[in-house]
């Protein structure tokens, strides 16, 4: 797994909906995340955490042939509980 350096987090985006959670189209809201990486500058963001980022603030690495987004942590809008 990559570590992040800075203020990046590394996370994939979240495929399945669960029964209760709200499900957001994509062209017209925020995307959803689940963080796989943080770096050590992050005290807010946890691995773990599902997170909402601003629409196209990412850039995209494959990971083992998987489709990863590097997030800076100013483009989390939070944490989905």
Do not use: W
């Amino acid at each position: 797994m990559l570590k992040p350096i800075n203020d990046y987090i590394v996370a994939k985006k979240v495929e399945e909906t669960k029964k209760g959670m709200l499900i957001l189209r994509e062209e017209k809201f925020n995307v959803i995340y689940d963080v796989c990486a943080v770096s050590n500058n992050i005290e807010d963001v946890k691995v773990g955490d599902r997170i909402m980022i601003e629409k196209y603030q990412f850039q995209q690495i494959d990971i083992e042939d998987e489709p990863h987004f590097l997030i800076n942590i100013k483009h989390v809008l939070g944490i989905i509980e």
